[in-house]
């Protein structure tokens, strides 16, 4: 089981940027193993993935974030990092780390941190 906290989100303006950190922690675990990724929820929608990292740095993102968001990981730290940039009222959500472990199918989820777009 691999322990996920997120930081970051507050308040930004149309056009402004933040910074996503989450920090990943368990009883010794191999972080390099899980595939991590961000995913979002805005009021009264599902869940969706933002942008995914594999332990080879292998990126993927959603058609509305590419250009404008980044994802970066830290093996030696265990962290992963979301930066966004050109923020629009749209991105307003929930961000979610996650982990994925292949070998087992298995997902970790952080608490979520709010980000609020507005002017």
């Known amino acids: 089981q691999v322990w996920l906290v997120e930081s970051g989100g507050g308040l930004v303006q149309p056009g402004g940027s933040l910074r996503l950190s989450c920090v990943a922690s368990?009883?010794?675990?191999?972080?390099?193993?899980?595939?991590m990724g961000w995913y979002r929820q805005a009021p009264g929608k599902q869940r969706e993935l933002v942008a995914t990292?594999?332990?080879?740095?292998?990126?993927n993102y959603a058609d509305s974030v590419k250009g404008r968001f980044t994802i970066s990981r830290d093996n030696a730290k265990k962290t992963v990092s979301l930066q966004m940039n050109s923020l629009k009222p749209d991105d307003t959500a929930v961000y979610y780390c996650?982990?994925?472990?292949?070998?087992?199918?298995?997902?970790?989820w952080g608490q979520g941190t709010q980000v609020t777009v507005s002017s």
């Open positions: 368990g009883n010794g675990f191999g972080f390099i193993m899980y595939r």
């Open positions: 996650n982990a994925y472990f292949q070998p087992a199918r298995r997902d970790d």
């Open positions: 990292i594999t332990g080879e740095d292998n990126t």
